[in-house]
T-cell receptor, first 109, second 114 residues
Framework: GQNIDQPTEMTATEGAIVQINCTYQTSGFNGLFWYQQHAGEAPTFLSYNVLDGLEEKGRFSSFLSRSKGYSYLLLKELQMKDSASYLCAVVDSNYQLIWGAGTKLIIKP | IAGITQAPTSQILAAGRRMTLRCTQDMRHNAMYWYRQDLGLGLRLIHYSNTAGTTGKGEVPDGYSVSRANTDDFPLTLASAVPSQTSVYFC?????????????FGPGTRLLVL
């Protein structure tokens, strides 16, 4: 079967750094996405990784290790507006997105 | 319009009734998708369309149907609603159905089936 695992919830402090992990077991791999979803809103694109390594985009970075079936999203200089759910999704062999249940990130002042 | 719109925003529906959720995009994207999102579960693909005139089944297609008569519109129909179809429904689109294509989401329809 196909499986995407993420922690259900994480808590961090404003101004700090947090790392959200995602492990996957899928039928094929054609890339991995991270999306942000604020409560009651639609998911919005954050990053896409298809090759191993770190992709940096402002305060957000995403890392991929295909051999380990592992990715993480790193958020630096946390702001209150970063309180949201973060969704990991893998593109499988049929080019469909397989989604994790998401990690709810709570930012405390 | 800019992006993807969905209608209605929310709906309470009696079990057994027929319901069509509407989705329109103005980005001229070829591919469109319908997902449902339930608490504790990831987004699950219901149906998709890689281009106008074609549709395909996703992970959870039973009880739902779609059509893609043109590029912009991708309605989702529940023929006879059941309480297990209570969910938040998201429509999404991408320029193509290729592996690296970002999917853009509509605001969602919150459906309660009683």
């Amino acid at each position: 079967g196909q499986n995407i695992d993420q922690p259900t919830e994480m808590t961090a402090t404003e101004g700090a750094i947090v790392q959200i992990n995602c492990t996957y077991q899928t039928s094929g791999f054609n890339g991995l996405f991270w999306y942000q979803q604020h409560a009651g809103e639609a998911p919005t694109f954050l990053s896409y990784n298809v090759l191993d390594g770190l992709e940096e985009k402002g305060r957000f970075s995403s890392f991929l290790s295909r051999s380990k079936g592992y990715s993480y999203l790193l958020l630096k200089e946390l702001q209150m507006k970063d309180s949201a759910s973060y969704l990991c999704a893998v593109v499988d062999s049929n080019y469909q997105l397989i989604w994790g249940a998401g990690t709810k990130l709570i930012i405390k002042p | 319009i800019a992006g993807i719109t969905q209608a209605p925003t929310s709906q309470i529906l009696a079990a057994g009734r027929r319901m069509t959720l509407r989705c329109t995009q103005d980005m001229r994207h070829n591919a469109m998708y319908w997902y449902r999102q339930d608490l504790g579960l990831g987004l699950r693909l219901i149906h998709y369309s890689n281009t106008a005139g074609t549709t395909g089944k996703g992970e959870v297609p039973d009880g739902y149907s779609v059509s893609r008569a043109n590029t912009d519109d991708f309605p989702l129909t529940l023929a006879s609603a059941v309480p297990s179809q209570t969910s938040v429904y998201f429509c999404a689109s991408s320029a193509t159905s290729g592996s690296g294509e970002t999917q853009y989401f509509g605001p969602g329809t919150r459906l309660l089936v009683l």
